[in-house]
């Protein structure tokens, strides 16, 4: 109810140090992400992408990210463009420059591969969280997909793809396929 509600908000708004590897909160950030995608996917589905403000500093993003990924192809991203060493060194500072700027900048996301396509198992880029096997078992005893047990980015990382994604037309595909089955 709105007291677990209400719990649950706190206790994910504490710093990470507070938990260590406490299952029940892997869990609820599990159900974060997913519940996010959700909101999204559905949000590109109804409303013209190329319209969207995700942020308050939408174009601060897409500009830094553009500077910083000039030849990032986000139509159809590759597991290595977020996870490599390489890429890796490349997003560590260009994330960290939205300290302060954007709410949760380092709050776990799911991103699509391809942004075509629905979330799914085979479409998005997968980052282990450490999850124990009991809330995996948990997780999927509660009817969640597998999926949604890793994390693939940082939110400023699902901001920059996304932005770019919508202003750059890639998202127009789910919009008007959903708009032309409706």
Known sequence: ???????????????????????????????????????????????DPKFLKLTKVD?????????????????????????????KQTWRPFCNQFEGVVEDFNYGTLLRLDCEKDYSEDNTIFGELGMSQWTKRRLSG????????VISATRVQF????????????NDTVFTSKRAKS
């Not at 901001?159 to 890639?170: D, L, Q």
């Open 142 to 149: 509660q009817k969640v997909n597998i999926m949604f047990l």
């Open 159 to 170: 901001f920059a793809v996304e932005i770019a994604r919508n202003r750059e037309g890639h």
């Open 59 to 87: 174009d601060q993003i897409y500009s830094s990210f553009r500077e910083t990924f000039k030849d990032l192809d986000v139509k159809r991203l590759k597991e290595e463009d977020l996870k490599s060493d390489e890429a």
């Open 1 to 47: 109810g709105v007291e677990g509600a209400s719990a649950a908000a706190h206790a994910l708004s504490l710093p990470a140090e507070a938990y260590g590897n406490d299952p029940r909160l892997e869990v609820m950030w599990a159900m974060k992400a997913y519940n996010h995608a959700e909101v999204y996917f559905n949000l590109i589905s109804s409303v």
